[in-house]
């Protein structure tokens, strides 16, 4: 008996080694506790292995040693084991009080050799060998009270944990707590009741493999099988589960539904869902399809999946059908594919899917003649900024509106950018006088607010076997529109070779720009203003350049194009350098005439007029006063500038503000209170109609007689003859430019002219 009980403990303790390196090498945080707690519970069974093989009096008082110190060790692995298995954290006072129990007890353990405080052993005869029995003292009583102290402590943890934890989770608790306490009575009745043999270390051995199964390796099947069936009851996807002949076994409650049928009647499964889906395979595994029920808006569409179900060994349980109702799903995409494609205000296709369905329309139908039609909104930033957003996206709405009105079923259009759209039009349906009529008189109205939109209409026309080339298609057809991009008369141009020449020479001429500007062939002539007398006041600076090749090129042949794509800014700047240069050069000779320069109504889109004007005075070194500042009646009108403010901090700064062509629009003299300008400059149109008609004569009149009311000073272009001249003296005209005194002159030539 001896012998066998040996040979089991030394089975125990090998089992128990190879658990404690396993424990290192977890990688669950609970590792290192299951290993401290395994190598707490391997010294007390060595120690009762050496005391059942052993009949030497000091080899067994050695077993008992390691047997004792190694219940300290196990009941304080223990009881630091329960605290991170049942994740409790005591304070740190408690954590000290075993700490302080332990050390003491075994430092009576260390005074038993010398002072026999603890225990001794006693010889006595077992299997006709020689074993030594143990002889407790007070020292041993004390040792107990704190095993068991402590190891009740474990149970109450324990016990607390199991309890308080939901009973599909606490099986893990009640088998360690179970084995432990097992392990605790097989030891206590060991000690009382006298039997030679300690057989409570086999629990010991049993209760340190246990721990590190359930810490390690324990899956909790009840509480998985429990879990997944609640899942597959919750699960908004219809189950269906059926055995290897086929049969229904189970369906969650959407399954059952979806065939409508009562609970646990698992009998016509199968045909209802033949009926709703037809022929389905509910023998094999390993399918999937998707499915729809009803149409149009009601439609309903399913994914269905069929898998095989399998044992431990591979073998076929059964198979189970999932059936998802992916309707939301399919409808998100559908919705978040035509957002994509199709413009979110007027519901037209984007650009891009616009350009895919045109080349794929051109390549398809052949037998159809079609252009490409741009038609923009002009000056819709204006109409934003002056009548707000609201306004400008009703008025989108309108131009999208007309569009689908004008165009027959095989049109595609949409939106290409905030203003403007892109038609693929059917020549035969196309007739450009009806659509020309309705644009023109193209309104829109908000309650009280009525506004005339000027549109402007291009059109590409596709020529046989052309190659496809949308976008360049589209781009052809916009630049037809930048021809008469300010025209209130012509609405719709088509793109041809004239226009297409015309482009080709505006691209030349813009390429040249920068070279013409570096190298002083863009630069001012000047033409004299004169006063009453005919005595020289200043001059206005107009711009000329001066070819290579070319030679001298009129304005009207490259301005236009220049204010047309905003190259004008870099022009008007170069000029007003020119300008301030010649003052400069004029300030050191004497000379104290001004120089009249433009600012064109581009350039407040493209820099701040005023921050230019004031660094290129200053790094001139003149006075403000001597560059007057001429700014287009146009500006005055638009709202979209601030035009009070800047040019109140043009006179501020000290410039003289004139307003040029004054009369050549749609400006009132009521205006003229409200704009604080120095100079009123009449429009030369004015002085031609006073030689034939007298009522615009009448009108000089009054204009120049209001402006010196208002303390403005009046300047009239375009004198060109004396009786011209007399006649604007007579009315009272303080200033006067015109061919009758002198055309723009070259520099060097307008000064040699006048100041030689």
């Not at 068991?148 to 308080?164: E, H, P, R, S, W």
């Not at 059952?256 to 045909?271: A, F």
């Not at 026309?461 to 916009?478: K, M, N, Q, W, Y």
Request: aromatic share 12%; proline share 3%; charged share 25%.
């Amino acid at each position: 008996m001896r012998i066998l009980l040996a040979a089991v403990l030394f089975v125990f303790i090998t089992a128990l080694v190879v658990c404690m390196i396993l424990s290192l090498r977890s990688k669950k945080s609970i590792g290192r506790y299951v290993a401290c707690l395994i190598s707490g519970v391997i010294p007390p069974i060595v120690g009762n292995l050496i005391l059942m093989l052993s009949t030497n009096h000091t080899i067994s008082m050695l077993g008992f040693y390691i047997y004792f110190l190694g219940m300290d060790a196990t009941v304080y692995s223990l009881l630091r084991f329960s605290y991170a298995y049942c994740e409790i954290k005591p304070p740190k006072w408690l954590k000290r009080i075993p700490d302080i129990l332990i050390i003491s007890d075994v430092f009576l353990y260390a005074l038993n050799p010398i002072l026999h405080v603890s225990f001794s052993a006693k010889k006595i005869m077992v299997d006709a060998h020689a074993y030594y029995k143990l002889v407790p003292y007070a020292g041993q009583t004390y040792h107990r009270v704190i095993a068991y102290g402590i190891f009740l402590a474990v149970v109450i943890v324990f016990l607390t944990k199991a309890i308080k934890t939901p009973k599909i989770y606490s099986e893990k608790y009640w088998v360690i707590l179970f084995s432990s306490v097992v392990a605790g009575a097989l030891e206590t009745y060991y000690i009382f009741s006298k039997i030679t043999l300690d057989i409570s270390m086999l629990a010991f051995g049993i209760f340190g493999i246990l721990v590190y199964y359930f810490a390690l390796h324990y899956r909790p099947m009840k509480l998985l099988d429990k879990m997944l069936s609640g899942i597959a009851s919750d699960m908004p996807d219809a189950l269906y589960f059926f055995d290897t002949s086929g049969k229904c076994i189970w369906m969650n409650e959407p399954g059952r539904l979806l065939i409508g049928t009562l609970p646990n009647d698992y009998d016509g499964v199968r045909d209802n869902l033949t009926f709703l889906f037809g022929n389905i395979d509910f023998e094999s595994g390993g399918w999937s399809k998707k499915q729809t029920l009803g149409t149009g808006d009601e439609a309903q569409y399913t994914n269905l999946l069929m898998r095989t179900l399998t044992d431990d060994d591979g073998k076929a349980t059964g198979t189970y059908l999932s059936i998802r109702d992916v309707t939301d799903e399919q409808n998100e995409m559908k919705r978040e594919m035509y957002n994509s494609t199709h413009d979110s205000l007027t519901g037209f296709y984007t650009k891009e899917y616009l350009y895919e369905a045109i080349e794929k329309r051109l390549r398809s139908d052949t037998d159809t003649d079609y252009m490409i039609g741009y038609m923009e909104i002009s000056n819709f930033k204006v109409i934003n900024d002056v009548f707000g957003k609201r306004f400008g996206e009703l008025t989108i709405k309108k131009a999208a509106e007309f569009i689908m009105e004008g165009v027959s079923s095989k049109c595609l259009y949409g939106r290409l950018s905030e203003d403007a759209f892109g038609i693929l039009i059917d020549k035969e349906d196309f007739n450009s006088k009806p659509v020309d009529e309705k644009i023109s008189g193209f309104t829109v109205s908000d309650k009280d607010l009525e506004h005339h939109v000027l549109i402007h209409y291009g059109i590409y026309d596709i020529t046989e076997g052309e190659e496809i080339d949308v976008p360049l298609f589209f781009d052809s057809a916009r630049l037809a529109t930048a021809k008469i991009a300010d025209s209130y008369q012509t609405l719709i141009v088509y793109y041809d070779d004239k226009i297409r020449n015309e482009i080709i020479h505006e691209q030349l001429i813009s390429n040249q720009l920068h070279e013409a500007i570096e190298t002083n062939q863009i630069r001012p002539f000047l033409q004299p203003i004169v006063d009453g007398k005919g005595i020289l006041v200043g001059a206005e600076a107009l711009v000329r350049w001066v070819h290579p090749d070319d030679g001298l090129k009129p304005p009207g042949t490259f301005i236009p194009i220049f204010e047309r794509n905003g190259l004008i800014a870099l022009v008007d700047k170069h000029m007003w350098k020119c300008a301030c240069d010649i003052l400069s050069n004029w300030k050191e000779r004497g000379i104290e005439q001004f120089i009249s320069i433009n600012i064109s109504p581009k350039d407040f889109y493209f820099m701040d007029v005023v921050s230019e004007l004031k660094k290129i005075v200053e790094e001139s070194g003149i006075d403000p006063v001597k560059l007057r500042v001429e700014i287009t009646e146009s500006v005055m009108m638009t709202d979209a500038i601030d035009i009070v403010k800047i040019i109140g901090d043009l006179r501020e700064y000290g410039f003289i503000v004139e307003m040029d062509d004054f009369g050549s629009g749609y400006s009132s003299l009521n205006m003229l209170k409200d704009i604080p300008v120095d100079v009123l400059k009449i429009d030369m149109q004015f002085l031609r109609d006073s030689e034939r008609n007298l009522k615009a004569g009448y009108i000089i009149k009054n204009i120049i007689r209001m402006s010196e009311d208002l303390g403005i000073d009046t300047l009239t272009e375009g004198v060109e003859t004396a009786a011209q001249f007399e006649r604007l003296f007579d009315m009272g005209c303080k200033l006067y430019q015109g061919y009758y005194f002198s055309k723009p002159l070259p520099v060097d030539e307008f000064e040699k002219q006048w100041f030689d």
